[in-house]
Nanobody
Framework: QVQLVESGGGAVQAGGSLRLSCAAS????????MAWFRQSPGKEREGVAN????????YYADSVAGRFAISQDNADDTVYLHMNSLKPEDTAMYYC??????????????????WGQGTQVTVSS
């Protein structure tokens, strides 16, 4: 059974950094698309970053490009989101997601079958 568990969220001041982790288990060898999403109250879920594990290709939302980086550690099936120069508008619940098939629009939530429970990130000004 696939399980995605996020960690690393917390409270930070604007300009600070955080690293989120997504520990994956249960059939992860067949994942071809991993991503991070975020959602704040009253807003739709937004794709932040995508990684194609086999090729290493990455995609980023314009709102985070140049500040966030997605990476993987194949040794322990973990995907990271490195977040730098954080802004108050980055405040949200962050979710890890996975799919067995990589599709166009890699930051669209409907392309993902498996989701974690989320980890909260709060950025104060």
């Amino acid at each position: 059974q696939v399980q995605l568990v996020e960690s690393g969220g917390g409270a930070v001041q604007a300009g600070g950094s955080l690293r989120l982790s997504c520990a994956a288990s249960g059939g992860t060898d067949s994942f071809n698309s991993m991503a991070w999403f975020r959602q704040s109250p009253g807003k739709e879920r937004e794709g932040v970053a995508n990684l194609a594990p086999r090729s290493g290709m990455t995609y980023y939302a314009d709102s985070v490009a140049g500040r966030f980086a997605i990476s993987q550690d194949n040794a322990d099936d973990t995907v990271y989101l490195h977040m730098n120069s954080l802004k108050p508008e980055d405040t949200a619940m962050y979710y890890c997601a996975a799919a067995r098939i990589w599709r166009n629009s890699p930051l669209a939530p409907y392309n993902y079958n498996y989701w974690g429970q989320g980890t909260q990130v709060t950025v104060s000004s």
